[in-house]
């Protein structure tokens, strides 16, 4: 499986954008989904998942409120809506698919990432 990340972009605090992440080359709703960032000069973060089906969503606390996931696997898409930036939203989001959970190694898939960057 491959993913694509996108939708990041330059935005002002208080903005919203929307991220996308598709899948190809499997079977993508076979796999939750995860969305992780990294900031400069961290470690990369969990953020979210959602299972297979998209019925069932985790959010760390930190970003409840403001991120949603979402999936579409006609689309073999999941989206990740992030509302209410803010400037320590700054960091390069990945997508990735496998078994559910926050840790990095229940994913085997990953996508490239995409940027995101908060203007204050």
């Known amino acids: 499986v491959q993913l694509q990340a996108s939708g990041g972009g330059f935005v002002q605090a208080g903005g919203s954008l929307r991220l996308s992440c598709v899948a190809s080359?499997?079977?993508?709703?076979?796999?939750?989904v995860a969305w992780f960032r990294q900031a400069p000069g961290k470690e990369r973060e969990f953020l979210s998942h959602i299972s297979w089906s998209g019925e069932i969503t985790y959010y760390i606390d930190s970003v409840k409120g403001r991120f949603t996931m979402s999936r579409d696997n006609a689309k073999n898409t999941v989206y990740l809506q992030i509302t209410s930036l803010k400037s320590e939203d700054t960091a390069v989001y990945y997508c990735a698919a496998g078994r559910t959970g926050w840790l990095k190694k229940a994913y085997t898939y990953w996508g490239q990432g995409t940027q995101v960057t908060v203007s204050s």
């Open positions: 080359g499997g079977t993508f709703n076979n796999y939750a």
